[in-house]
Structures are given as C-alpha cells and as structure tokens.
C-alpha cells in the first residue's frame, strides 16, 4: 500500500534488515523514482548515533566513485532518520548467492576489484565504511556492482567501536578482530570485510559459522582464516593464501588496501585459469535462466581483443550520428604484445567472409564494431555501440546532467538485451551478453530521465552477430 513520508510517496518494500528498511519511493520535489533507507526507529534515539549518521551521510555523499551508491539526500523526517540513494535495478551478491550458488573464481574477482575501487576511494576521503558484506553489494541488471550503505560509516576520526547505547556498527560475520577491542581502527578492518565476501563469494559460505554472537566474536579474535579449497577443490590454491593475508588477525599483517587484496586476486587468478565469460553456478552448466549476470562493466575498461581488426568505417542513421571505431590496423603489423589477453596462449582468428578460405586472410578486414551517436537538444548527449566479438554492447553517458544512456539490442530471432549507464560522464559500459545463437541483430540509444524516455535513435541496419 503506498503511503506518504514527507516529500517521497512510497511504492513498496525493496529489503528490510537490523539497520531499518529500503523502500522503492517517488520523490515529488526532483519527479524521480528512488531507493529510500528508513533507518529503524531506536537508531534515532542514539544521539551520538544520529549526529555521526548526519556528518558522514554528508561525507559520503561528496563521493563521485562510480561503484559508490549516489546519496541524493539524507537528514531525519518525523522522527526517522533516512537516505535517498539511487535506485538500482538488480539484486544484492547475498540474495544472488543464495540463489545462484557460489561464484566462479573469475566473477568473484570482477565484483572484488569494483568494490575495491569503492573502498580505496572512500578511504582516502578518511571514511572507513565498517558493515562491508553481500547484502551491502548491489549488482544491476548491466553486471555494474555498487557499494551502498556509507550513510552508517564512520569516520576514520573517530576510535570509538559502539556507540554509547552499546550498538555495534557492523555485522558479526564480516567484522575484524580489532573490532571487538577498546583499540582504535583504520580502513584495515574494510579490507578484512572485504576478504570475508570473497570467501563467501567464492565457497556460498560465511568464513565463520556460530549459533552465538560470542561464538562469532571468538572466531574472529582465535580461529585461523578458513580455505577456500577446503570447501571447494576447483579453485586455485593461491586464494587460500589471499585470504589468509586479507583476514589476518593483525592489520599490520593484511593488504595494505583494498586495492592491493584484489590486485593480488587477479594476478592469482590470470596466473592459473583463464577468465570465463559471465556468472555461472560451479557445481553444474548453467541453464540461459539460472546464469549470473555479467559483471565485467564493472571493470571500466573496454578490452582489445588480439588479432581482430576493423575498418575506421561507421553505419549512419538519422538522427542518431555516427561515431568512428577503431582505427585500421595493416594485416603486416605485428600485434601489440600490451593488448593480448593474459589468460590466452592463442591468438584470437581474425574474422573471413562468409564462405571464404579459413587458411587465407581475406583481402579485407571485415567489420565488427558499430556504433551510434544520440543528439539530444542540439548537441552530442551519447552513444552506443555493438561488437560482433563476443556479443558486447556498450553504453556511454556523456554528460552529467542526471539523464542516462541505454543501448538496446534485439536479434532476428526475437531476443532483446539492453546495456545501461547510470554513471553520468564516467567510463563506458561494456555489457556481454553471450547471445550464442548464429544471426543477426540490430540496435539502437535512448536517453531516459528517471523512468521516462526522453529521446532515441532510429533502430539500426542488420548486421552480424557473429560468434
């Protein structure tokens, strides 16, 4: 049922846990949809509590890292102390774990390195965020993962570990030893919390298990970091290590950020084991409806694959306008050793035309990019493009204006993918979406406003999906 709460008109339930509840809101002031945080009720009576709340929701806030949840607002309604966030369309690692199972250690790594991002930015603001866990990651429906919940992070200023009602800020599960003693913490105990989701990531379980708090709580101060490989023997061994070091009992002995535990991740695995294409569970093939969604947007960069070359040609439609791809590269030169993959010892073939002689290069490289440029109010506002390699779509928001990109795809055969890019001026999307089948498929941009489409290009020409 909806009902009012202040200026947002709330539409439902999104998630409800210790810290309060997240609900699906319209906010009338800005005509936008929402995530709105309604802290729980005995928060706001912990003056200690909502003064900090108050003074690091505005501290996050400041953040511009793409893989931290946008705060619009934030302050205190009734009573209720609340957070407006962006609202993103997908689901938390712990709702996908439970329904998926654990992760390939390839995906695991992907969600890593994009949350790292996150923490490394808000450490060096002096923001320890303290409740880092599955529930805390969002991944949207274009695989781009999210780190929310910096509104109940603490400062990096402050020593104290509870407040002065006895509340711990965190959950057991996921918190460093330090925590439970009088000493001050740094941005270690984030690094701690984050190779515990990496543990759990990779095995489907929570690195300690205990009926009781105190039972947790001794874990953390006295049991050793759990294997991985105890629990599952298909991963490298060299996790077992990184999260030996990332959960170590003294901080001096883990990473040094959260940055250098997922540089450690990657190289373990780029060093043993080829990185698979999408999320998938480990114990069986993954059914088209049982697949993790693709998280490698997450990544920010768009990869060259070795040995593929494309004309500088573009496909032109009105009024979208065309953008040039990649420029062409002669047959003759040698390939760049920087842009070959780390984990392929054979290069990718080039592409032949259809019904030529696979032991010969044709006479010309084939095309297997094209993109389209979105005008929007005299000026160019952003593209999209589909790479017939690997069936990636991206998605570039060009301007900061609080308007979004969206490329969407459709096959001949009746299949529709989209790739969406919330991030407003920051690095283009790469989606992948495996499309598997041989045909055809042709695209088009939009640009939205909240829910609304405001504009769009004219559905491309045909062209090959190409596998």
Known sequence: MKWQFGPYRVEGLIARGGMGEILRAYDTRHDRVVALKLLAANLAADEEFR???KREAHAAGRLREPHVIPIHAYGEIDGRLYLDMRLVEGSDVGSLLAANGPMRPADAVVVLEQIAQALDAAHAEGLVHRDVKPSNILVGDNGFAYLVDFGIAA??????????TGYAVGTLAYMAPERFEDGPVDHRVDVYSLACVLYQCLTGAKPFVGETAASLINAHLNHPPPLPTATRGDIPREFDHIIARGMAKNPADRYASAGELARAARQALTSVTAVPGAFAPVTAAPSR???WPYAAAGAGVLAVVAGVVAFATTMRTEPGQ???IDPPTSLNEPADPASE?????QPVSEEVEPGGDPETAPAQPVQTKWCQELSYQGRERGTGCFEAIGDHLFAHDTDKDGMWIKAVAETDYGRVVECKDLNSKGDPVDCNFDLREKGRVHFKVELWDAGVKIS??????FVPIGQ
């Open 289 to 291: 409806r049982a697949r």
């Open 51 to 53: 003064d900090r709340f």
């Open 341 to 345: 993959p780390a984990s392929s010892e």
């Open 322 to 324: 065309a953008i040039p």
């Open 155 to 164: 400062s990096l200023r402050a020593s104290g570990n509870l407040t002065s």
């Open 456 to 461: 769009e290009t004219p559905w491309s020409d």
